[in-house]
């Protein structure tokens, strides 16, 4: 049988997977394992089916999400293939990019790559093994069922059980997490998954893998400006597998809840002034103006203090600003709600600069780090928090309006150890 398979670079087999399959492998396999063969018309996608009766005028994508608030992915439907576009503004890291792949149901042709489609990547569909770096990401394919996937993350460090499970028996290798460099290359070359879903800044890694073999597909979701758009990669991580019907029921659960959670904060006329802050240093900070943090600090009916007007967040380089302690007072003596990092204040500044803040004084400061794994620093906000803002958004609820959800446990978010308020 001949499934229109193009060129082996277009589909990134790696070498070492050329080597170990063999030049005659059998048509019908992807990355080792087999896909069954479907005729006719589907009626759903086919999630571990290849076509063998191609027909040009069949839909073979009956089930198709729509990006509905994310800004850095788009997809469009061609009958039997898509096309994925990711983009990212940061032109102050020098990280910018502008990527086209070309997503096509096995056993169907491979559209000319021309025009709009020149220098797309092509890549099968659906995938049968994948491989993440990001644990964002490997949150979305677990969402859409498909973790069974998964060939190889970034290490250990993962809060679901059953992946680090697995990891820990050897049956995930280990990629890394090197931002500006892509995955581990000999790694990935020994899994030779399908599709590499990497977790990188720029093009120079795409490029670097990509010309190894490696199919590899950027993923943007930790720069999308909107929390809701951040959750909705999920629907980009369905796009691999042909799981759209998965992304969009998680997807319409999620927005369900998010609608249900705003309405009890929309008509409030009191709105508690709020920062977010990383501790890089005991004088160097950031706080977060108009990422996705932004918008749940609004939903949860506070008011950023560091927000800034016109800065749409999509220039990720612009979504956070770097501030002294200093600074930060200039702005923010008068805070009342303190979202911050680490678990206690030993590495922050003296108490005397602490203590000018109002929150600081009224113990209303609190960190994210409420589900974790101590022994292996495994934090569920990277994994659940990613697919799941609904459950950050009502924690938020309660800190800024305890009166709202009176009787809501806290999820994420714990009181950070206050070791310098005055009087001790």
């Known amino acids: 049988m001949t499934r ?6 277009r589909f990134g087999v790696s070498l070492l997977a050329v080597l ?23 009626t759903t996608n086919l999630t571990s089916q290849c076509v063998s009766d191609f027909d040009p005028e069949v839909d073979y994508f009956p089930d198709k999400v729509t990006v509905e608030r994310a800004a850095t992915f788009t997809v469009g439907y061609h009958g039997h293939y898509k096309v994925l576009r990711s983009s990212l503004r940061a032109e102050a890291w020098g990280g910018s990019l502008d990527d086209v792949a070309v997503l096509v149901q096995c056993g169907t042709p491979v559209p000319d790559l021309t025009g709009e489609l020149e220098g797309a990547v092509a890549i099968e569909v659906p995938v049968t093994t994948v491989a993440a770096n990001f644990l964002d990401d490997i949150a979305r394919i677990r969402t859409v069922g498909m973790a069974d996937r998964l060939v190889a993350i970034g290490d250990g460090r993962i809060y679901d059980p059953e992946i680090r499970a697995r990891w820990e028996r050897g049956e995930l290798l280990t990629l890394g997490h090197a931002f500006h460099a892509g995955g581990d290359t ?50 980009h991580a369905a796009l691999f597998f042909n799981a759209e019907v998965a992304a969009n029921d998680a997807w319409s659960a999620l927005r369900a809840n998010v609608d249900s959670l705003r309405s009890l904060t929309a008509e409030l006329e009191e709105r508690p002034s709020v920062m977010w802050t990383v501790n890089r240093s005991a004088d160097r900070w950031s706080a977060f103006r108009s990422s996705y943090e932004n918008g749940l600090i609004i939903d949860a009916g506070g008011r950023n203090i560091f927000f800034a007007p016109g800065n749409d967040g999509l220039e990720a380089s612009l979504q956070s600003v770097d501030l002294t302690p200093e600074s930060m007072l200039e702005q923010a003596d008068g805070v009342e709600v303190w979202l911050a990092s680490g678990r206690d204040d030993r590495d922050w500044p003296t108490g005397p600069v602490l203590n000018s803040f109002r929150a600081y004084r009224d113990g209303r400061v609190y960190h994210r780090s409420g589900r974790t794994i101590p022994d292996t620093d495994a934090n569920d906000w990277n994994e659940t928090g990613s697919v799941r803002p609904d459950l950050i958004l009502r924690d938020l609820i309660h800190l800024v309006h305890p009166d709202v959800l ?19």
């Not at 170990?20 to 006719?40: N, T």
């Not at 998954?193 to 993923?219: C, H, K, Q, Y």
């Not at 446990?409 to 206050?418: A, D, G, Q, S």
Request: aromatic letters at 8%; proline letters at 9%.
């Open 186 to 235: 000999e790694q990935l070359l020994i899994a030779s998954p399908d599709i590499f879903l990497a977790n990188i800044a720029g093009p120079d890694p795409l490029e670097n893998m990509r010309s190894l073999g490696v199919s590899v597909v950027p993923t943007l979701g930790w720069a999308e400006p909107d929390y809701l758009g951040r959750a909705e990669w999920t629907k």
């Open 20 to 42: 170990f399959w063999g030049c005659g492998s059998d048509d019908a396999a992807v990355s080792g394992r087999a896909l069954d063969d479907v005729s006719g018309v589907p």
């Open 406 to 424: 009176p009787d809501h446990e806290l999820m994420f978010f714990r009181e950070v150890e206050l070791t310098k308020r005055s009087g001790r």
């Open 4 to 9: 229109g398979r193009p060129a082996p670079q």
